[in-house]
């Protein structure tokens, strides 16, 4: 495969990185401690929104594998999400100084919901691509490998960069200004990622796809692929762990370790180990098949971030070290089982006799999507549940110890129990490589 070819698909996790980073790291702090919204109340704005898209998302897969036959490419739908989404996402952190906390609230919801479903118009046929870019196990892997390359770039970028513009003005014209800034760099990433789309026969007389059809269409495909059921299980429940440290980490920099610029630092500690252990895991899953290294960086994560609760009692620096064991895992926690899926779609089509790539990709963002939102959720449940206290902008309390204890639970035991119970699911997940070479030889 053309490294030309690797660079301009990893690239969109550039701005599908960014999307899921921000958001979920800064969306339920911005509604509880600048809008003032109550964390239930934040709590159901993120995720109602996530629902929605969790919603839309198999009927984008539809539309998607409709798109393809009737123009030849993924590309329209990708260009139509890219363009939209720093559009809603600039409004979604756009709420003028003084609006009260419960139309805020609105305002937040229903602009994340547009949001999220531009993100989507990109995102499904995004994850489909990989296999149709390629019929081979170990091309698939070095693919995927450069994706979350990227993807752990863009987690550091918007991460780290993100609350620095955040701090420009005060906090009304800050979140404004990230959001903007954020808001380009992600549809530049993905606009250069929509050339990358191939193109085959067309059929424009192809009949329509009915809207019910990517339901109908997800849930077979649940039901006859055993393998895709397993590894979205696993992927889904690991999802809620990330989200709930992604969704977190604001609250532990400020409440947990009280400096504004641990958060930096945590995503630093994160995302450097990431990066530089992302070629390893390629090579491990070589060596050992990817669902073996898939187990290996999920138990190494849940080990890593077990460590962290010794935060209840003495938070400090010590915890950035636990931080970056936990982010060489989860390079491989997001390259191999993004490596694994294009196996289990070009398995399925083998044995139906019809590519569906976009039912998969549908159904695995709805997946994604629904574990994010969960893991924000159980966040807001926990602040909710220990006392935590929201606030206005430019206003100062002091939160109870039980918030705090909270707070660094939910970024410690909570993720790693998660982990650790995803693997009763990935146990499984029965396709390895010699079936995948056996499908290879087969279609030579």
Avoid at 114 to 122: E, G, K, Q
Wanted: with cysteine.
């Amino acid at each position: 495969m053309a490294r030309a070819t690797i660079a301009r698909y990893a690239i969109g996790s550039l701005g599908t990185g960014g999307f899921a980073t921000l958001p979920g790291l800064v969306l339920v702090f911005y509604l509880t401690d600048t809008l003032g919204v109550a964390a239930w109340a934040a709590g159901i704005v993120v995720t109602g929104a996530k629902i929605w898209d969790v919603l839309a998302a198999p009927v984008i897969g539809g539309i998607s594998d409709t798109s393809l036959h009737r123009t030849g490419s993924r590309r329209r739908i990708m260009t139509l999400g890219a363009l939209c989404l720093p559009v809603f996402f600039a409004i979604t952190f756009a709420v003028p100084a003084g609006v009260p906390p419960a139309p805020a609230a609105v305002w937040v919801g229903v602009a994340f919901l547009l949001a999220s479903t531009a993100f989507s118009l990109f995102q499904v046929p995004y994850i489909a691509l990989p296999a149709e870019l390629s019929a081979h196990y170990d091309q698939r892997t070095r693919l995927l490998t450069a994706r979350v390359a990227v993807l752990s770039l863009a987690i550091l970028l918007f991460g780290a960069g993100g609350p620095m513009l955040r701090g420009i003005g005060d906090a009304y014209t800050g979140y404004l200004v990230m959001a903007l800034v954020a808001g380009l760099v992600i549809a530049l990433g993905m606009l250069v990622s929509t050339t990358i789309a191939p193109r085959q026969d067309a059929d424009p007389a192809a009949p329509p796809t009915p809207w019910t059809s990517g339901y109908r269409e997800g849930l077979a495909a649940l039901r006859r692929s055993a393998p895709f059921r397993a590894l979205l299980a696993t992927f889904g429940l690991q999802a809620v762990a990330t989200g709930l440290m992604l969704a977190g980490a604001n609250y532990v920099a400020v409440q947990v370790m009280h400096s504004q610029d641990a958060l930096t630092f945590l995503f630093v500690a994160l995302i450097a180990p990431a990066i530089l252990c992302s070629p390893l895991w390629s090579a491990i899953a070589r060596r050992i098949g990817k669902e073996r290294g898939f187990a290996a960086a999920s138990v190494l994560f849940a080990v890593a971030t077990a460590s962290l609760v010794v935060a209840v009692w003495t938070p400090g620096t010590w915890m950035y070290a636990s931080v970056a064991v936990a982010g060489a895992a989860y390079a491989g926690m997001q390259a191999l089982p993004m490596a694994m899926l294009p196996d289990v779609i070009s398995h399925d089509a083998h044995s139906l006799g019809d590519a569906n790539a976009g039912v998969f990709g549908g159904i695995w963002t709805a997946g994604e999507t629904t574990g994010m939102a969960l893991g924000a959720g159980v966040l807001a449940l926990i602040l909710t549940v220990t006392g935590y206290v929201q606030t206005i902008a430019g206003t100062t309390v002091t939160q109870p110890a039980s918030a705090v204890a909270g707070i660094a639970l939910g970024f410690s035991v909570v993720p790693a129990v998660l982990t650790l119970l995803s693997l009763a699911f990935l146990a499984r997940y029965r396709l390895r490589r010699a079936d995948i070479d056996a499908l290879t030889r087969e279609d030579a």
